[in-house]
């Protein structure tokens, strides 16, 4: 039973982001293949900030700061 519901699940959801993508940029069915993760390209502008710039994530800023200042 459960499995069955795990599995509907990924399929609502994949509709759902599927959707989300057509509505954020004005694409037909061809823009399903970016559904999963939102991202056109893998450059700079889309990937970790890390790869290309040797900066920190957004994430990691926000554990220095609570690092620094929770003392």
Not at 35 to 58: D, Y
Request: glycine fraction near 2%; include cysteine.
């Amino acid at each position: 039973m459960f499995k069955d519901m795990k599995r509907a699940r990924r399929r609502h959801d994949l509709a759902r982001m599927k959707a989300k993508v057509r509505r954020a940029w004005n694409q037909g069915p061809e823009a399903d293949r970016f559904a999963n993760h939102m991202a056109w390209c893998a450059r700079g502008c889309c990937a970790n900030p890390r790869r290309f710039w040797s900066e920190l994530t957004m994430q990691e800023i926000r554990q220095d700061v609570r690092d620094r200042y929770s003392e």
